[in-house]
């Protein structure tokens, strides 16, 4: 692994886009019995015999890897990802890349609306889950719709910060997770970043899922705002997810687990049915002019999330308690800045006519005179 180490560090890749590397280059290296060192130096040695392009073991392998993950089932997407990461680490060492025969994709492979999980399916998920700690990743990840990358990364500050509304900010996190776990209504408003674009915005998750968080939380012996919430990594995550789709005997559909951290996702904005508002809360950054000159306001955003959340809701008897004086307390807010935005609107205008009439006037003068 020196040289993929050694490419990580000449490339500044982030740990999260590390791990795309790890799980192709490993397959790679025991499909063929060999180090991708070892692999990188066959391929190097080829070329200063000068052994002809289409005549190199580079070819052979790496469409036998192809092959292998065809075989395998992996969507198109997946193995076309797994390729170029394999691609990058011979490139970026300089070696020189045949070309490979066009591959044809499977027929139907676009998902449709029965492709991916329903709130139903969550639920049953969740009667033969026991575990607290995957009860809280799946709610917050399908209410939320956030990504694999910035679900790892959460810290137990930023969920503290989410809240805010809603405890007295006290240092003491057990008197802080006390004095939440006594509200069943509260829906935290988190900043975040989409790693893979460094594009801020931010998200709400459901009260189910602030519940279900407040629980694992006070699971845990030792707890500091520098923690991760959940203490998973990326490759604990896909392992729960495998787990929990064999467990449920739902197998593959179109190559892809039917039951996944992506398929989360893909669920909140179906659920939602608004694609604007989907692209907000799961982070996907505008095109440049409406990125340069609107913002979004992350009480409007949590106002519409109180809209959507009965599509989000797994367990419906809640959604009844979901209006506390918190809630109560932003409308009347976002309902005052409405007002205040209308009645700065209404001077405006007026001021704009009074001085185009002011400016007639004074030409009715001139002309008068000039006559």
């Not at 810290?155 to 900010?169: G, L």
């Amino acid at each position: 692994m020196k040289k993929l180490e050694q490419l990580f560090i000449e490339r500044n890749i982030k740990k999260s886009t590390q791990e795309t590397y790890l799980i192709p280059t490993k397959q790679y290296e025991k499909l063929h019995n060999k180090t991708i060192d070892e692999l990188i130096e066959e391929a190097d040695h080829e070329e200063e015999e000068r052994v002809r392009l289409k005549n190199r073991k580079i070819k052979i392998r790496l469409l036998e890897f192809r092959q292998y993950m065809i075989n395998k089932k992996l969507s198109p997407t997946t193995i076309k990802s797994r390729m170029i990461r394999i691609t990058t680490i011979y490139r970026h060492f300089e070696i020189e890349i045949p070309q490979l025969p066009p591959f044809q994709l499977q027929e139907n492979e676009f998902e449709r609306y029965n492709d991916i999980p329903t709130i139903e399916d969550i639920k049953k998920v969740l009667k033969e889950t026991v575990n607290k700690k995957h009860k809280a990743i799946i709610l917050f990840m399908a209410t939320s719709g956030t990504a694999l990358n910035e679900t790892i990364h959460l810290t137990v500050e930023d969920f503290i910060k989410a809240t805010t509304d809603y405890h007295d900010n006290n240092k003491d996190l057990k008197i802080i997770l006390t004095q939440l776990e006594n509200q069943d209504d509260i829906i935290p408003l988190f900043e975040m970043v989409r790693l893979k674009t460094n594009y801020p915005y931010y998200t709400c998750c459901s009260p189910e899922a602030t519940t279900a968080i407040i629980e694992f939380l006070k699971t845990r012996n030792t707890l500091s705002l520098e923690e991760k919430l959940f203490k998973y990594n990326k490759t604990s995550i896909l392992t729960m997810f495998q787990r929990l789709n064999e467990k449920m005997g739902w197998g593959r559909v179109k190559g892809r687990r039917f039951f996944r951290s992506h398929a989360l996702r893909k669920f909140n904005a179906t659920a939602i049915e608004d694609i604007g508002f989907a692209n907000t809360i799961q982070g996907r950054q505008a095109d440049s002019i409406t990125n340069a000159y609107f913002k979004h306001n992350p009480k409007r955003i949590k106002e519409k999330y109180l809209e959507h959340l009965p599509k989000l809701t797994i367990n419906k008897t809640i959604i009844n308690s979901v209006d506390s004086e918190v809630t109560k307390e932003l409308r009347e807010e976002l309902k005052a800045e409405r007002e205040a935005r209308l009645i700065a609107e209404n001077k405006a205008n007026n001021a704009q006519i009074m001085a185009e009439e002011a400016n007639r006037k004074v030409d009715d003068f001139i002309n008068n005179f000039q006559q």
